[in-house]
């Protein structure tokens, strides 16, 4: 597989041509990558208007996840989120709100792109709560969804995979939102190596209609490179509108060193990544079976994640975090109940021995009792996500925000995954949660007067 960018950025690195345009530190060695770092000039190519070496490189990358179009995105899924919803409401023609259909575990961009577009949201919930970054559904809960709201969704949003690894049944759901007409789109942040299993299981070969990927959290590629998917049977305005989309959100700088990135990541997905990627999946599963055999507890999940349950283990997740830090080991995610640690194909024999050391040597303690389930929440909307985001704010701990309306999701990165979304009202259940979470703080909208809430 050909990598014309970067085939064009080294061919310029090495020309000794005098640059008197952007970057400012001319190709000149500071962090050492300088000499790559160009901007768009003579035969660049331009992201979002792309003719040339980047529209080439996409279709490298679209032949390899076998989409219609594959968009780069220099800016992360947290961009393409907020596109793949532009694209939703630019379909609108009578001038109508649109209306999107979301599984309740959605990441904080989500919400600051119907902020930005101004978009309305109905929630998915789980019959049973299990973690705030998890909404498992079936595919009848969507159809139900659907058959209950007064207006057919624009589209259905879902998160797959989740931060703890939890996969939706895509192609189930997508055949519910084939019957209604309605686009699939899926949050697919975790998920780009999906389509390289021995059997594709990314979402866009299982029925969706548009994907986002970060590729940059699970292929060799650098932070802030993502794709945007459109799949071969997604309507034609999908295609039309997807870069302006982007635009719409994005610098007008992109990085040149990310979309090389992803352009070389092309050629590694086609040179044998996926016997790389089996060879891995075995390396994790034969540490799963090291645990199960030591009984040392973790979740279902999908094969790049380990979901330790912490609690289960006699630990909190920071506990175990701080455990593995000691041997020399970051993990990706902890909370009170579970410790998530995330494999590539980049992680070499050293990597795997230590961590299967480290936790073979995990001294055992009693669990925790099992606590009772954080109570359901009953979800009140007072204001639009939008007039809630954009109006004068206050921030107050949160057991004094009871009754108050929520402003913007105060949550961190990771997960990001607000417990109460922008314009709901704060309930005591809430409170439960950002107790249970370790959320202190919470931001509320200052001065409503009662004729601004919804009916
Ligand atoms: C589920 C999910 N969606 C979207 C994002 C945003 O992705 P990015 O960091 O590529 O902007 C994240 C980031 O962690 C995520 O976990």
Partial sequence: MKTPIVDFVKRYAESDISRFHMPGHKGKAHLGCEALDITEIDGADVLYSACGIIEKSEEYTSSLFHSAHTFYSAEGSSLVIKAMLGIIKSTKKDGERPIILAARNVHKAFIYACALLDLDVEWLF????????????????VKNAICRMSRKPDAVYLTSPDYLGQVQDIRGISEVCRTYDIPLLVDNAHGAYLAFLEENRHPLALG?????????????????????HIAKDAPKT???QARTMLSLFASTSPSYLILQSLDLCNAYL???YGKKLADCIEKVESIKKMLDEKGIFYEKSEPLKLVLNAKRCGYTGEELARYLRERKMEIEFSDPDFAVLMFTPENDEKDFTRLENALASLPKR???????????????????VRDAVFSPKKTVPVEDAVGKVCASPLVSCPPAVPIVMSGE?????????FAHYETALV????????????K
């Fill in 126 to 141: 789980p019959k049973h709560f299990t973690h705030l970054c998890t909404c498992n559904l079936t595919k009848e809960d």
């Fill in 208 to 228: 969706a209609s548009m994907c986002s990927d970060s590729a940059h959290k699970t292929l060799p590629v650098l932070t802030g490179g993502a794709y945007l």
């Fill in 238 to 240: 999908f295609l039309s």
């Fill in 270 to 272: 086609a040179n044998g």
């Fill in 366 to 384: 009693e669990p925790f009792r099992e606590e009772k389930p954080l109570p359901i929440p009953n979800v009140q909307t007072a204001l639009s």
């Fill in 425 to 433: 009202v704060i309930t005591k259940e809430a409170v439960a949660w």
């Fill in 443 to 454: 931001e509320i909208v200052d001065g409503l007067s009662n004729d601004m809430i919804l």
